[in-house]
């Protein structure tokens, strides 16, 4: 389905050279898969949906177990890699595994395994799989080992797979790398990238390295599978129960409406597949999240109006010469235009001397209420109140020297010198503590809120008097 004319070929060479009799049968699956078009032997085949080119520059780092961006994929798209091999017992069945299904894969092998088994190379690539690399010597310590070793080890491993290539290397090795046991190093990665080597972590593995089941394999990848939706799923082309678990995960993919997408690197003459920064994200921001995205202003039709209409006379009416402006009335819960006539009174509010028809106020209105007039005897006490005393003239102001007129001026010292002014006028040598005037400020207190000018005069009034009932 993807490049037949290209895969073609190089399928049937691979299934001439294969001497094996327990690969003989996938060899010709895989044969007449590939001879015809979009693999007519199996129609029931997964198939490789589509091949996107990725430019490792660009994105140096992918993998959401590790990185924050992964594949450009879609929903339900899954990359297949396979790593540490090639190892021709279990690789081989891999191989034809795929083959039968028409899918092609990304494969990371390993420098040593490459010098051991250079052929497994050359069959990765007549099959049209992706060629990267896995270090010379798998060591699990690329995390903390001298970066000058973890050079060593990357470039051997490019260097060990290229041999088994031969002369079209160049063109066949990918720039992609996978760090054994994904132990990253930021230095690692830094080298990788000088390099234009895109450093592949991946989205789900299925613990296929681990002692387990073949059934256990399946069952961690199609549920790591079904709770991203998409991604790079881990495995390992060596291992037995990875070559038993993988026909029964193809086959849940197949039934469960997953596609599978061949990744190659971007070269000058394949441009990059097209993709937006967010296609590299898992989970792209949603469109409730906000982001830079503005709504265009409206193009309104006045927009392109270099002036409004002037209004008219006829808008305006009113009485008296006085401009009032015409509404229209207008009911909005029937959306219909109401009678001019309706809303408005039809007599005025007012008329030209409202003040002739108001009532005029009667003299009472302005009337204030008289206060207790004191008695003659009374008024004769207070006249000298206004005379010159002998203490000293408070400096407060006025209210407050008014004789004690107000709360501060009975308490405070310039009031009590007021209040014994007019005692010494009532013959009272001299002030006393238990004079009541000292207890009548209390006693005389106010409610709150009331003026002082309203119980001034009472106080003063019973104050007089006591002194003159205790002088007499
Ligand atoms: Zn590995």
Same mark, same amino acid.
């Given at each position: 389905m993807i490049r037949k004319a290209l895969v073609g070929p190089r399928m049937r060479q691979w299934a001439v050279s294969s001497?094996?009799?327990?690969?003989?049968?996938?060899?010709?699956?895989?044969?007449?898969?590939?001879?015809?078009a979009d693999?007519?032997?199996?129609?029931?085949?997964?198939?490789t949906s589509r091949t996107i080119v990725v430019d490792p520059r660009q994105h140096p780092r992918i993998g959401t177990m590790q990185y924050a961006e992964t594949l450009p994929l879609r929903d339900h798209e899954v990359v297949l890699s396979f790593d540490d091999g090639p190892?021709? *017992?279990?690789?081989?069945?891999i191989l034809a595994i795929l083959a039968a299904q028409c899918i092609k894969a990304n494969f990371f092998a390993i420098g040593q395994m490459a010098r051991v088994y250079p052929e497994g190379i050359r069959k990765l690539r007549d099959a049209g799989h992706t060629i990267g690399t896995h270090t010379q010597n798998h060591p699990l310590t690329m995390n903390r080992m001298p970066i000058e070793r973890a050079k060593a080890e990357i470039d051997d491993g490019i260097a060990s797979v290229k041999a088994a290539l031969g002369d079209d290397a160049d063109k066949t090795?990918?720039?992609?790398? *996978?760090?054994?046991?994904?132990?990253r190093a930021t230095a690692v990665e830094d080298y990788l990238a000088s390099q234009g080597i895109q450093t592949w972590s991946a989205d789900f593995p299925a613990d296929d390295w681990r002692h387990i089941s073949s059934q256990r394999v399946y069952d961690l990848a199609i549920q790591r599978i079904e709770a991203k939706g998409k991604g790079i799923l881990l495995l390992h082309d060596i291992q037995a129960r990875t070559v038993a678990a993988l026909p029964r995960i193809l086959a849940t993919l197949k039934a469960r409406g997953y596609h599978i997408v061949h990744v190659v690197a971007a070269t000058p003459d394949r441009p990059a597949t097209p993709t937006e920064p967010q296609q590299w994200l898992m989970h792209p921001p949603l469109e409730t999240v906000a982001i830079s995205h503005w709504p265009k202003v409206p193009n309104f039709a006045v927009a392109d109006a270099d002036a409004l209409a002037a209004p008219a006379l006829s808008d305006f009416t009113g009485k008296g010469g006085e401009l009032v402006p015409l509404a229209e009335p207008f009911d909005r819960s029937s959306h219909r235009p109401l009678s001019r006539a309706t809303p408005w009174p039809a007599a005025p509010l007012f008329t030209d001397s409202a003040a002739a028809t108001l009532p005029v106020p009667a003299l009472t209105v302005f009337e204030i209420p008289e206060l207790p007039h004191p008695t003659a005897e009374t008024v004769a006490l207070l006249a000298p109140r206004s005379e010159p005393t002998?203490?000293?003239?408070?400096?407060?102001?006025?209210?407050?020297?008014?004789?004690?007129?107000?709360? *501060?001026?009975? *308490?405070g010292k310039s009031g009590r010198g007021k209040r014994l002014t007019a005692s010494q006028e009532l013959s009272s040598p001299e002030p006393s503590t238990q004079e009541p005037s000292s207890q009548a400020p209390s006693s005389q207190k106010p409610p709150r809120g009331t003026p002082a000018t309203a119980h001034a005069r009472p106080v003063r009034l019973k104050h007089l008097v006591q002194a003159k009932r205790r002088n007499v």
């Open positions: 001497a094996a009799l327990s690969l003989a049968l996938f060899t010709c699956i895989a044969a007449q898969a590939v001879s015809a693999c007519p032997g199996n129609p029931d085949a997964l198939g190892l021709p *017992r279990n690789s081989n069945q090795l990918a720039p992609f790398f *996978r760090i054994p046991g994904l132990e002998p203490l000293p003239e408070p400096k407060s102001p006025p209210a407050a020297a008014n004789g004690g007129n107000s709360r *501060r001026a009975i *308490r």
